[in-house]
């Protein structure tokens, strides 16, 4: 026999070259089975979306795609349409200004809200944004005034003592709080309130026959536009107050917290509706018998009023969630209730409830579209009064309710977006 | 004798000690808010005496037993135009309480299936139902209210739809109608019933069910205890079934349970159920409205029980299904519940919306028709909001006593 050879005829002297994952485990395969038919009922519910969604666009897209955007009634678009599912969008262009500034405002001046919109933007970003010089916050103290010169016109001297009376409170506060806070407050307010009462009496007397911008009345008011003013000012006038009644409820004084407790408690416990009521039937008794306060006057109070009362228990919630430390820290170096809050506890406070009072201003911002129920000509109250009752537009429901839905949309998704980015770029404590 | 160098001098009391004393600052503070508060309540009390003298006007309570006049389309008790304010108003209160309860149960529903949904690890599930909550939470419910009641009326055929031999619609399994007044469905009937009134025989039915609840609660309690005595559950599905099911059959039969049917009737359906067009819309958007945030609610629940507990779970071998109805589930309720009856309280007062579509809830017959015909504004307003913060008291005080219960116990 010959000599037995070598048992191993071949030994392989490098590794093979890896092969590539099988198909379904690579790429688009895998992610389509593990991310949408990773077993039976997630299978279901992917093909369930599927068709929900090929039902909507193919309901939907259609609509959109065949809209007709230039005829003036809604007969002409029909003839225009010929029986083809399209939307009569024209509705929006043709009623743009309608739907915007309502139905009164003088069709010469839109020029002035819209400025005051554009420069709303520019006022509100130094607040928004902490990286801008903090020079351009001198802009966002004017731009009430000057809003309100825009939006409402007549003689430039109103704004101008409202300047005045707070550049005088706030001068007289800066002086007396060195001494003691609660009397710098109180002379402050004190002085600010001399200043408004007799300078409007002086502006009264002096005021030009023909002001550079003509005088816009309140109840001219309508639109897209009064939502945003409603909106605004509750808010910002909401916040301080909010504030005050947070601290308020806190307080060690039972008189004070338990005032505060029973105002916040009541306003939560009713309907926004009830308060707008109180607005437009039952507010005017409360006023001397010669005022005569405007209804968006009563309504701006109201709404102030309702989400100061939201505020408060956000920011409540965030005098709470402050350790307890803090406060007996503050106490500690020797500083009193004013400085200890000023300087301690609310720069802290208010910053774990931002997220909460950005909650509380969009829920306002939706809520101004209330102010329809008692008659007024909001974007809501346009579209179901002036606009469909028309003869030229009666039947144009989704066109219409769709554009206010997409305009709240744009407007409330963007403010809880900057909340979020807002919420992570304050979170300093590093987790 | 040596004097006592550090006894502090003795001094009388002076007047600015009211403010710059500690001791007695905080009584100067309260007595000055006090004067304030009723400076400003008494102030506005007598401005408005004074209005009220110069319109001829007084706070009088008699209107509410006064007839009404007026008649509500949605009656869950008898009334009618000859019945008092005070009736009217209780009608409303009732169409206030029976919208909201279906609205906090649909609501519910939405909200926990977009919620768990929203975290499901299928893609397309997931962004549609973040879709469907960040598209219904930036809206306003208003609007939602009022697209819903458009379509009811506008893009709902009417009555007339469904007549004739050819007609255009047909009612759906000859059982239910979808029209512009509203959908009809069967209304059911006893033949004989418990003492011969309808009302008896609905009680007894809940009564038969509270039974059968407490029957089945007293089931799961032995099957846990077998479970715990000898390591194997029994299996019970099949009696849980049977409890719920026969004792209600059996009583089914027993009464005679019949259905009558809605029939077109000259222009309009006759007998069956109405749900008018008003209540479908308030109902169906304050549900799909408040289930968007509860969506979002019971999404930070689950997100809030840490990740090791379901990994624990895990690891014990539990499966999917367990690992969320035993582990998860009763962790995330604690979080989910507090802000999830907040949300029916906003329910509760977003059905004021009512008077939007005309659906006769107490903000329309008191707070509405019966404000405009006595012109008792302050009067009538101040009961609505009495009712409402009576509401809203009630609930809290309920979410109070749960939150004391389930607070965890800390060391």
């Given at each position: 026999?010959?000599?037995?050879?070598?048992s191993?005829?071949?030994?392989?002297?490098?590794?093979?070259?890896?092969?590539?994952?099988?198909?379904?485990?690579?790429?688009?395969?895998?992610?389509?089975?593990?991310?949408?038919?990773?077993?039976i009922?997630?299978?279901?519910?992917?093909?369930?979306?599927?068709?929900?969604?090929?039902?909507?666009?193919?309901?939907?897209?259609p609509?959109?795609?065949?809209?007709?955007?230039t005829?003036?009634?809604?007969?002409?678009?029909?003839?225009?349409?010929?029986?083809?599912?399209?939307?009569?969008?024209?509705?929006?262009?043709?009623?743009?200004?309608?739907?915007?500034?309502?139905?009164a405002?003088?069709?010469?001046?839109?020029?002035?809200?819209a400025?005051?919109?554009v420069?709303l933007?520019?006022?509100?970003?130094?607040?928004?944004?902490f990286?801008?010089?903090?020079?351009?916050?001198?802009?966002?103290?004017?731009?009430?005034?000057?809003?309100?010169?825009?939006?409402w016109?007549?003689?430039?001297?109103?704004?101008?003592?409202?300047?005045?009376?707070?550049?005088?409170?706030?001068?007289?506060?800066?002086?007396?709080?060195?001494?003691?806070f609660?009397?710098?407050?109180?002379?402050?307010?004190?002085?600010a309130?001399?200043?408004?009462?007799?300078?409007s009496?002086?502006?009264?007397?002096?005021?030009?026959e023909?002001?550079?911008?003509?005088?816009v009345?309140?109840?001219?008011?309508?639109?897209?536009m009064?939502?945003?003013?409603?909106?605004t000012v509750?808010?910002?006038?909401?916040?301080?107050?909010?504030?005050?009644?947070?601290?308020?409820?806190?307080?060690?004084?039972?008189?004070?917290?338990?005032?505060?407790?029973?105002?916040?408690?009541?306003?939560?416990g009713?309907?926004?509706?009830?308060?707008?009521?109180?607005a437009?039937?039952?507010?005017?008794?409360?006023?001397?018998?010669?005022?005569n306060?405007?209804?968006?006057?009563?309504?701006?109070i109201?709404?102030?009023?309702?989400?100061?009362?939201?505020?408060?228990?956000?920011?409540?919630?965030?005098l709470a969630?402050?350790?307890?430390?803090?406060?007996?820290a503050?106490?500690?170096?020797?500083?009193?209730?004013?400085?200890?809050?000023?300087?301690?506890?609310l720069?802290?406070?208010?910053?774990?409830?931002?997220?909460?009072?950005?909650?509380?201003?969009?829920?306002l911002?939706?809520?101004t579209?209330?102010?329809?129920?008692?008659?007024m000509f909001?974007?809501?109250?346009?579209?179901?009064?002036?606009?469909?009752a028309?003869?030229?537009?009666?039947?144009?429901?989704?066109e219409?309710?769709?554009?206010?839905?997409?305009?709240?949309?744009?407007?409330?998704?963007?403010?809880?977006?900057y909340?979020?980015?807002?919420?992570r770029?304050?979170?300093?404590?590093?987790? | 004798m040596?004097?006592?160098?550090?006894?502090?001098?003795?001094?009388?009391?002076?007047?600015?000690?009211?403010?710059?004393?500690?001791?007695y600052?905080?009584?100067?503070?309260?007595?000055?808010?006090?004067?304030?508060?009723?400076?400003?309540i008494?102030?506005?009390?007598?401005?408005?005496?004074?209005?009220?003298?110069?319109?001829?006007?007084?706070?009088?309570?008699?209107f509410?037993?006064?007839?009404?006049?007026?008649?509500?389309?949605?009656?869950?008790?008898e009334?009618?135009?000859?019945?008092?304010?005070?009736?009217?108003?209780?009608?409303?209160?009732?169409?206030t309480l029976?919208?909201?309860?279906?609205?906090?149960?649909?609501?519910?529903?939405?909200?926990v299936?977009?919620?768990?949904?929203?975290?499901?690890?299928?893609?397309?599930?997931?962004?549609?139902?973040?879709?469907?909550?960040?598209?219904?939470r930036?809206?306003?419910?208003?609007?939602?209210?009022i697209?819903?009641?458009?379509?009811?009326?506008?893009?709902?055929?009417?009555?007339?739809?469904?007549?004739?031999?050819?007609?255009e619609?047909?009612?759906?399994?000859?059982?239910?109608?979808?029209t512009?007044?509203?959908?009809?469905?069967?209304?059911?009937?006893?033949l004989?019933?418990?003492?011969?009134a309808?009302?008896?025989?609905?009680?007894l039915?809940?009564?038969?069910?509270?039974?059968?609840?407490?029957?089945?609660?007293?089931?799961?309690?032995?099957?846990?205890?077998?479970?715990?005595?000898?390591?194997?559950?029994?299996?019970?599905?099949?009696?849980?079934l049977?409890?719920?099911?026969?004792?209600?059959?059996?009583?089914?039969v027993?009464?005679?349970?019949?259905?009558?049917?809605?029939?077109?009737?000259?222009?309009n359906?006759?007998?069956?159920?109405?749900?008018?067009?008003?209540?479908?819309?308030?109902?169906?958007?304050?549900?799909?409205?408040?289930?968007?945030?509860i969506a979002?609610?019971?999404?930070?629940?689950?997100?809030?029980?840490?990740k090791?507990?379901t990994?624990?779970?895990?690891?014990?071998?539990?499966?999917?299904?367990?690992?969320?109805n035993?582990?998860?589930?009763?962790?995330?309720?604690?979080v989910i519940?507090p802000?999830?009856?907040?949300?029916?309280?906003?329910?509760?007062?977003?059905?004021?919306?009512?008077?939007?579509v005309?659906?006769?809830?107490?903000t329309?017959?008191?707070?509405?028709?019966?404000?405009?015909?006595?012109?008792?504004?302050?009067?009538?307003?101040l009961?609505?909001?009495?009712f409402y913060?009576?509401?809203?008291?009630?609930?809290?005080?309920?979410?109070?006593?749960?939150?004391?219960?389930?607070?965890?116990?800390?060391?």
């Open positions: 026999m010959a000599a037995k050879k070598s191993v005829a071949f030994v392989r002297k490098e590794p093979l070259p890896a092969m590539p994952p099988p198909a379904r485990d690579r790429g688009a395969a895998k992610w389509i089975r593990e991310n949408l038919l990773s077993n009922s997630n299978s279901v519910l992917t093909v369930l979306s599927i068709i929900a969604i090929y039902y909507l666009c193919a309901f939907v897209l609509w959109i795609w065949n809209g007709v955007w005829t003036s009634s809604l007969a002409e678009c029909r003839e225009v349409l010929q029986g083809v599912t399209g939307g009569c969008f024209s509705v929006l262009t043709e009623r743009w200004n309608q739907l915007i500034f309502g139905f405002y003088p069709s010469e001046f839109y020029w002035r809200p400025l005051a919109f420069l933007f520019f006022a509100a970003a130094p607040v928004l944004f990286d801008l010089p903090r020079k351009l916050l001198i802009f966002t103290g004017l731009y009430p005034f000057l809003a309100f010169w825009l939006i016109g007549g003689p430039i001297g109103y704004p101008l003592i409202g300047l005045l009376g707070c550049a005088v409170g706030y001068f007289v506060h800066s002086v007396l709080v060195a001494r003691n609660a009397l710098g407050l109180i002379v402050g307010f004190a002085a309130i001399a200043t408004w009462s007799l300078g009496n002086l502006v009264g007397a002096l005021a030009p023909q002001p550079l911008l003509g005088a009345e309140s109840r001219k008011m309508g639109g897209f009064l939502n945003m003013i409603l909106g509750a808010v910002s006038l909401a916040l301080p107050i909010g504030i005050a009644l947070a601290l308020g409820r806190q307080s060690r004084l039972p008189i004070v917290k338990w005032v505060c407790v029973v105002f916040i408690e009541f306003i939560r009713v309907p926004l509706i009830t308060l707008l009521f109180v437009n039937v039952v507010l005017a008794y409360f006023f001397p018998p010669e005022a306060i405007d209804i968006l006057i009563r309504v701006i109201m709404l102030t009023i309702f989400s100061a009362a939201y505020i408060a228990e956000v920011i409540r919630g965030g969630a402050l350790p307890r430390g803090q406060y007996e503050a106490d500690s170096l020797g500083l009193d209730y004013a400085q200890a809050m000023q300087m301690i506890v720069p802290q406070a208010l910053k774990i409830s931002i997220p909460g009072i950005v909650n509380v201003a969009v829920g911002f939706k809520d579209t209330l102010v329809s129920i008692i008659s909001d974007l809501v109250g346009m579209i179901r009064g002036p606009i469909l028309s003869t030229e537009w009666n039947g144009v429901y989704w219409l309710l769709g554009f206010a839905a997409v305009l709240f949309f744009i407007v409330c998704y963007g403010i809880s977006q909340s979020q980015w807002l919420e770029r304050l979170a300093t404590d590093h987790r | 040596t004097a006592t160098p550090d006894a502090p001098p003795i001094e009388g009391f002076k007047v600015a000690d009211l403010w710059f004393d500690t001791r600052r905080s009584y100067t503070f309260q007595l000055i808010a006090l004067v304030i508060l009723f400076g400003s008494g102030y506005l009390i007598s401005n408005l005496l004074t209005n009220l003298a110069n319109a001829g006007l007084n706070i009088s309570w008699d509410l037993r006064e007839p009404s006049n007026y008649d509500i389309n949605q009656k869950p008790i009334y009618t135009s000859q019945s008092s304010h005070l009736r009217a108003s209780i009608v409303g209160v009732l169409n029976i919208v909201a309860f279906l609205a906090c149960v649909t609501a519910t529903f939405f909200g299936v977009a919620g768990v949904l929203r975290l499901s690890n299928n893609w397309i599930v997931a962004r549609l139902m973040s879709a469907y909550v960040e598209a219904f930036n809206v306003p419910v208003l609007i939602w209210i697209i819903i009641f458009s379509i009811m009326t506008v893009a709902l055929p009417g009555p007339r739809a469904y007549r004739g031999e050819d007609a619609r047909s009612m759906l399994f000859d059982m239910f109608a979808f512009n007044r509203g959908i009809y469905t069967p209304r059911p009937e006893f004989n019933p418990l003492m011969g309808q009302i008896f025989s609905w009680i039915v809940l009564l038969v069910l509270a039974a059968s609840f407490f029957g089945v609660r007293a089931l799961t309690t032995w099957a846990t205890k077998t479970q715990n005595a000898t390591g194997y559950r029994p299996v019970t599905w099949y009696w849980t049977a409890i719920w099911l026969v004792p209600l059959a059996i009583l089914m027993a009464m005679g349970l019949s259905w009558e049917y809605p029939k077109l009737a000259g222009f359906f006759q007998g069956g159920i109405q749900i008018r067009g008003s209540l479908i819309a308030l109902w169906f958007a304050l549900a799909i409205y408040t289930g968007a945030f979002e609610n019971v999404r930070a629940g689950i997100q809030a029980v840490s090791g507990q990994e624990a779970a895990a690891s014990l071998g539990l499966r999917q299904s367990w690992i969320m035993l582990v998860v589930l009763p962790q995330a309720l604690r519940i802000p999830l009856i907040s949300q029916y309280l906003n329910i509760t007062k977003n059905s004021s919306l009512a008077i939007a005309g659906y006769m809830d107490v329309g017959t008191l707070g509405g028709i019966t404000l405009n015909q006595t012109g008792r504004a302050i009067e009538c307003i009961l609505l909001m009495l913060v009576t509401i809203s008291l009630s609930i809290s005080a309920i979410m109070n006593v749960y939150n004391n219960s389930v607070k965890l116990k800390e060391r």
